[in-house]
């Protein structure tokens, strides 16, 4: 790999509909791209770090500082040497304490420009054992039932496959009967606390259980395994962990504790894709299956995550929504849903490349990383 320099750019990108969840309403996307420049190709790589701390400690501004100050003096001492690899370079990194949205974005650049390189796509690099993903899709807290019912019916017609419903206290039992009781016992429903309760919360969410959800979501702190694992024990419905699994180890303990069977993996919170492929295969071995979750990601961190959600153990429908769920336009050639399912990407690299004019009328800044 022949890198010349690193470009961050921030875009901004209105949400077709605002997004609220048990931490914060969404209303746009600031993205921090990371562009990795090489003598014949260049790569992408998507920050999915939010605009405040609230989703974990990350947040972009912090993110694209971490990367000008800590990040790029790792990749230039490798590719000063002639070894620059994304493996050497993900090993390199470890000695930086935490930021794994930061990391991921530049190790993900890096991977793609390898890859565009060499001809290889992300699946094909990654294992991908499907050609299509069933797509799922994650409906924030709403105004009132009513428009909850009829934005899943919009998302139902449109042949999503799972629903799943982000719930905090005031809205999770009734939401979910309305739900159920409106679209019936098939209907593949799952919910979403993004650490909005704690175990005294559990003969509550046992409420849950009448509904046969497939699985609930985070609904404890990020750093209670141990509620999570008492949790689990006390309600029907299975527990999955997002926010807490930082990492394989993290899931490792995780699954030995008891506190998940089913494992949501997002490549930028364990520190990007090596690192998500090594949760699928901690949870496989422990015969634990995972999804792929989201981060509202345009197309080109999407890219990445339908290669990754086609690998074998990803059995359940991913947060891996078609582009026109979060944008009215993406900045790459649209994921569109068909029959359910989402393609994956078979072109090199991330096989979908950012559209350069409109890129160009949402940047909100460019800086230039010279090596
Ligand atoms: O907890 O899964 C989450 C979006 C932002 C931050 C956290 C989460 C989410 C989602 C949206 O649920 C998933 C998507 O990208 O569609
Ligand atoms: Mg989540």
Redesign the pocket.
Known sequence: MNLRGLELRRIALPLVSP?R?SFGTETARDVLLVRAVGEAAEGWGECVA?SEPL?SSEHVDGAAEVIRRFLLPEVAALAKSGELTVPRLEAALGRIKGHPMAKAAVLTALLDLSLRESGTSFGAYLGAVRPTVPAG??VGIMSSIPALLDAVEGYQAQGYVRI?L?IEPGWDVDAVRAVRERFGDDLLLQV?A?TAYTLADARHLARLDPFDLLLI??PLPEDDLRGHAALARLIRTPVCL?ESITSARAAADAIALGATSVV?VKPGRVGGYLEARRVHDVCAANGVPVWC?????TGLGRAANVALAALPNFTLPG?T?ASDRYFARDITEPFVLDGGHVAVPTGPGLGVTPDADYLAEITTGTEWLAL
Do not use: A
Request: proline share 0%.
């Open positions: 997004f969840t939010m989703y899709v994650s799943k982000k979403d993004n979501e985070q997002d949501n979750g989201g981060m509202l990601e947060d929504s």
